[in-house]
C-alpha cells in the first residue's frame, strides 16, 4: 500500500498538513504571466521557487517554461533585493528582449517587505527598461491563499495596465480563469460562434501547447498582447469565470475604469456552459446560433444515453474552488452524488456553494476548504466512492483503494491531453462523460464475472 | 531568437565569444570565467569559476539549498518523517518529483515517501512567529504515525522570523524519548544553490544519526555507498551487483535508505562515494570520526563499474572476494557487450553535451565512451572547483561572502568507535598498487581538448550551444528539456531519466545504450518539415489518376 499510514479514523489536525491540496501563489502567478503576449515571468525570491514552478508547469505542459528569478543570496534577504531585481531587469531584456517582465514575489521577499513599485520606479529612472517595454508586478506572498490567489493576483495586475477615459472598444472581456491552453482556444470559439467582439486575457493557448518545428521561439506569436489588455478599460463589460480566479481582475476594472462585470462560474459541464452562452447573448445582444444548440444537444443527448452508468454514484472530488463549484454541479445534474469534495485553498465560500449546489441530494456531503488529500482519503475509507476526480497525486489514493479515476485539475503529470483538448464548453462536457464512462466501463469489464461479460453496453 | 547559423567547423573560442557577445559587459567578464576552454593536461587543469552567486534574470538552472537538503539528501529514506516548516510550496513541490526509489513499500517498514507533511505557515504564522505551530505539527506527526524520527527543515522565512527550528526539535526529542527529532537549517537563500544543502543535510545526518544505531552489522565485507539515491532504481542494480560478490552494502546515502542504515555507517570497512559534491563532507567525517577510508567509484558505465568493484576488492584484499568479483564481471559482461555491438554502429561518431548537477556531468561520460559518443562540452550546476579540477584544488579553494555562512563542523576521532580500518602501511601498499584515497580527479581531465566546460549554464547559453555545435544528443533537466527538443534536438533528461532507469551497473548500462539509441535514431525527428515546406516550389500540377 502506498499510503498505508493513512488511518481510517480521522483525528483533527489544527498545525500539520499532509499531502496538500493546493500549492503556493506564486506558481499560479507564473502561469497566468505566460497568457500575455511576449511575457517572461519573473519570480522576485530566491532561485529555488522559480525551478520549482517551471519544473512543474513543464511537467504539466512538456513545453518549455521560460522564467527568470532575483536569485537572493542571504546578503540579498537581509539587507533587500532591489539591486538583486534592477540587475535582472538589465539582464532580461538586453538577453531575453521580451516584450513585457511580469515580477511576482515569492515568501522572502514578502516577509522582507521589498516593495516592487519603488523599484519599478527607479528601473525606469535607470533606463534599464527599453523604449515600449512594458514593468508589471504582483505581490504574492506563499503564506497568503493557494496558488489560485497568485493567479487572481497576477490577473489582477494585467487589469491594473488599464487606463480609464478611453473611447469605448465595442468589445466584452473575458477573464477565464486558471483554466488550460485549450479551453481558453474553446472559450475564444464559442464567443466566436455566439458572436460576440471579445477581449481575453491571459489566454496562453499557442503558448503551452505549441507546435514541433526544429524552431524554438520562448515568445511564441500567442498570448493576449499588452495593448489589449490595455484596452480592456474600454470594453462594454466582463464576464470573470471562477470567483477566486477572476473576481477581483474584473472588479479592479469596474472600479478604474467603470466597466461592469458579472462573475460566473467556470463553464465546466452543462448549466454552467449555459450560463456563459446566455450572457454572452445578452450583453453582446445577439441570438444563440445553431451550431451551439446542437452541440449542447449531443452533450444532452449523452447523458441521457448513458444515464445508467451515471445514475446514483459516489464522487470524491479533490482540486480548486472554481473548478470544483462548476464540476459538482455537473455531476449533480447528471445524477451522480459528489460525497468528498476538498479544496486546499481557502474560503467559506467554497463550502457554502457546495452545500447549495448538492442540497437536492438529500444526503451528507463532506466538504472542506482549508482541507488535504490525507482528509480526502480518509473520508474515502470510511465511506468508500465509485469514482475519484482529480490531479495526478490522486493515483495514490485510487491504487490503494483501487477506485475508478479521472485526472482533471492542476497539476497532471503523468498523462497528455489537457493542454489540447478542452474541458470547458459543451464540448468539453462531452470530453469529462467521455471519460468519466471510460473509467466506470473499464471497471465493470474488469470485475464482471465471465457469466456477465457483455458485448454491449 | 536569433535565425539557426550553423559553424561549418566550430572552435572553441569562437563559440566562447558568440556565447558571451549578448551579455551586458559585467556579466560577460563573470560568464567568461565561467566558461572554459579545456586543455587536457596531465596533472594540472586550468581553472574555471564555480560556486559563485547565480546572476539575476539570466535564466539558471539552479535550485535552492532546502532542495538540496530536503529534496536531495533527506527525500529518499523511507522511515523517517520529513515535516518541512514554511508556507505550502516548497513542500509541494519535493513531494514525489525525485525518482528515489524505495523497496520499503513492498514490506511492513515504514514508508512515507509518498506524504508531504508540513506546517502550511500562514501569514499570522509570519508575523507571531511559527514555533508553536511547528511544536503542534511534530506533535501531531508523532501520534499519527509513531515514527523513529522526524526531520525538520526550514525554508526562507523560518531564517528570516527567527523561528529556532533547533530548540523546538530538542524539547520535543526529549519529552518523546523514543523519536528521535533533528532540524536542518536549510533557508532557500543560503549559499548559492544546492550545494549549501548537501553540506547542512551532511552536517545534521552525522552529528544526529550515523553512530547511533544499537545492531550490529557483522557482514564480512562492509561498506557504506555514499551518494547514491536509487534514482529510477540505480541503487538496486547496484546492491545486486554488490550482493552477487559477497559485498554487503551496510548503508547507502541516502538512496532507499533507513534511519538504522544511517545509524549504523559508523560500522563500514570502507565508504565509497559515488557523488561526490553532495556527500563528501560525510565522507571526510567518517574518516576523521571512526577510521574509515574513503574512496571515489562510479558504477555508471559498464567498464566503471567493473573498475569501482576491483577496487574494492583490492582494498579487502583477500583472494575470494577478488576472485569473486573478477567471476561477477566475467559474468555480467556478456550482455552488456551484445547490446553494445547492437547499437554502436548507430551511436558510433555522434555527439552529446551534458550538464547536470553536480556530478552526472562527469559520470554519464563513461557510459556515451562506451557508445562511441564524444561529449562536446560538459558542466555543473553547482559543482565546486573541486568536482572540476579535482581534489587537489581544495587547499587554494577560498570560500566567498555568499557561501561564509553555512556551518562548518570539526570532528574528533571517537574515543570509543574510532578504529582505523588500515594502518598507515597498509595504505600505503594499497596506494602503491595504484588505489587512491580521498580522491577525486574531477571532470575536466576526463575531457578531450578543446572542449568547452562551463558552469551554471543558463537558457539562453543552452539554446547558443545547441544552435552553433549541433549535438547529436543534450542532456540535462526537465526545464531545458523542451526547449531543446523544440529545437529539433533529441534530449535526455539526466535527473529523472525521462521515467527510464536504472542506468547504473551492468542492466544499467544495457538500459542506457538502447534508449539512446532509441532517442538519436527516433523517426520523429525526420517529421518537422512538412512535405510542402521540403519542396515549396510548385513545379507540376496535381495528375489525378
Known sequence: ?????????????????????????????????????????????????????????????????????????????????????????????????????????????????????????????????????????????????????????MVKAMANLAAPGGKKNGKINIIPGWVEPSDMEEIKKIAAMVGVDINMFPDTSGVLNGPLTGEYKMFPEAGTPVADIKDSGNALGTLALGEWCSADAARLLDTKCKVPCSVLDMPFGLKATDRFVDALRTVAGTSVPDEIMVERGKLVDMISDMHQYFYGKKVALVGDPDQLIAMTEFLVSIDMMPIHIVTGTPGKRLEERIMEITAGMGRPVNVRAKGDMFLLHQWIKNEPVDLLIGNTYCKYIARDEDVPYVRWGFPILDR???????????????????????VLLDRKDRDDPESKFELVL | ???????????????????????????????????????????????????????????????????????????????????????????????????????????????????????????????????????????????????????????????????DIHAVAKRMKEQFGDCN?????????KGVSQSAGHHIANNQVFTHVVGKSETEKTD????????????????????????????????????????????????????????????????????????????????????ATAKSLRKIAQYFGEKELIDRVEAVIAEEMPAVKAAQAEVYPRTNGKTAMLFVGGSRAHHYQELFNEMGMKTLSAGYEFGHRDDYEGRHVIPTLKVDAD????????????????????????????????????????????????????????????EKLVELMKPDLFCAGIKEKFSIQKLGVPMKQLHSYDSGGPYAGFQGAVNFYREIDRLVNSKVWSYMKAPWQENPELSATYVWE
Open chain 1, 1 to 153: 500500500m502506498l499510503l498505508r499510514h493513512t488511518p481510517q479514523e480521522i483525528t483533527e489536525r489544527k498545525a500539520l498538513m499532509i499531502n496538500p491540496a493546493k500549492t503556493c501563489q506564486p506558481i499560479g502567478a507564473m502561469y497566468a504571466a505566460l497568457g500575455i503576449k511576449g511575457c517572461l515571468p519573473h519570480s522576485h525570491g530566491s532561485q529555488g521557487c522559480c525551478a520549482y514552478h517551471r519544473s512543474t508547469l513543464t511537467r504539466h505542459y512538456k513545453e518549455p517554461i521560460s522564467a527568470a528569478t532575483s536569485s537572493f543570496t542571504e546578503g540579498a534577504s537581509v539587507f533587500g533585493g532591489q539591486a538583486n531585481l534592477l540587475q535582472a531587469i538589465d539582464n532580461i531584456f538586453t538577453v531575453y528582449e521580451p516584450e513585457v517582465i511580469a515580477v511576482h514575489t515569492t515568501c522572502l521577499s514578502e516577509t522582507i517587505g521589498d516593495d516592487l513599485p519603488q523599484i519599478f520606479d527607479k528601473a525606469i529612472k535607470e533606463k534599464k527598461v527599453p523604449e515600449g517595454k512594458t514593468l508589471i508586478g504582483a505581490p504574492t506572498p506563499s503564506y497568503v491563499g493557494s496558488h489560485v490567489t497568485g493567479f487572481s493576483n
Open chain 1, 416 to 438: 497528455q491531453g489537457h493542454q489540447h483538448f478542452p474541458t470547458v464548453g459543451y464540448k468539453g462536457g462531452l470530453r469529462l462523460l467521455e471519460q468519466i464512462l471510460g
Open chain 2, 1 to 163: 531568437m536569433a535565425k539557426a547559423q550553423k559553424l561549418v567547423q566550430w572552435e572553441p573560442n569562437d563559440v566562447k565569444d558568440k556565447l558571451l557577445a549578448k551579455y551586458p559587459p559585467k556579466v560577460a567578464r563573470k560568464r567568461a570565467k565561467q566558461i572554459m576552454i579545456n586543455e587536457a593536461l596531465e596533472n594540472t587543469t586550468p581553472t574555471i569559476e564555480a560556486n559563485v552567486r547565480t546572476i539575476p534574470g539570466i535564466i539558471t538552472m539552479r535550485g535552492c539549498t532546502y532542495a538540496g537538503c530536503k529534496g536531495v539528501i533527506m527525500g529518499p529514506t523511507s522511515d523517517i518523517v520529513n515535516l518541512v516548516h514554511g508556507p505550502i510550496g516548497c513542500s509541494f513541490y519535493a513531494w514525489l518529483t525525485r525518482r528515489n526509489q524505495t523497496d520499503a513499500i513492498n514490506d511492513s517498514n515504514a514508508n512515507f515517501i509518498t506524504y508531504a507533511m508540513s506546517t502550511d505557515m500562514q501569514d499570522s504564522d509570519i508575523i507571531f512567529g511559527g514555533e508553536k505551530k511547528l511544536a503542534a505539527a511534530i506533535q501531531e506527526a508523532y501520534d499519527l504515525f509513531h515514527p523513529k524520527a522526524i526531520a525538520i527543515f526550514a525554508t526562507c522565512p523560518v531564517g528570516l522570523i527567527g523561528d
Open chain 2, 181 to 189: 527529532v533533528f532540524a536542518f537549517s536549510c533557508e532557500g537563500y
Open chain 2, 220 to 303: 564480512k565485507y562492509k561498506i557504506n555507498l555514499l551518494g547514491e539515491y536509487n534514482i529510477g532504481g540505480d541503487g538496486f542494480e547496484i546492491d545486486r551487483i554488490l550482493e552477487k560478490c559477497g559485498i554487503k552494502n551496510i548503508s547507502t546515502f541516502s538512496g532507499n535508505a533507513t534511519y538504522d542504515k544511517f545509524a549504523s555507517a559508523n560500522q563500514a570497512d570502507l565508504s565509497c562515494v559515488m557523488c561526490h559534491r553532495s556527500i563528501n563532507y560525510v565522507a571526510d567525517m567518517l574518516e576523521t570520526k571512526y577510521g574509515i577510508p574513503w574512496i571515489k567509484v562510479n558504477f555508471i558505465g559498464a567498464e
Open chain 2, 403 to 462: 557561501s561564509r555562512n553555512i556551518e562548518e563542523i570539526e570532528v574528533e576521532p571517537d574515543p570509543v568507535l574510532y578504529k582505523p580500518r588500515k594502518s598507515a602501511e597498509e595504505i600505503a601498499a594499497l596506494v602503491k598498487d595504484g588505489l587512491e584515497f580521498k580522491d577525486y580527479e574531477g571532470l575536466n581531465p576526463a575531457m578531450e581538448k578543446g572542449t568547452l566546460i562551463i558552469d551554471d549554464l543558463n537558457q539562453y547559453e543552452a
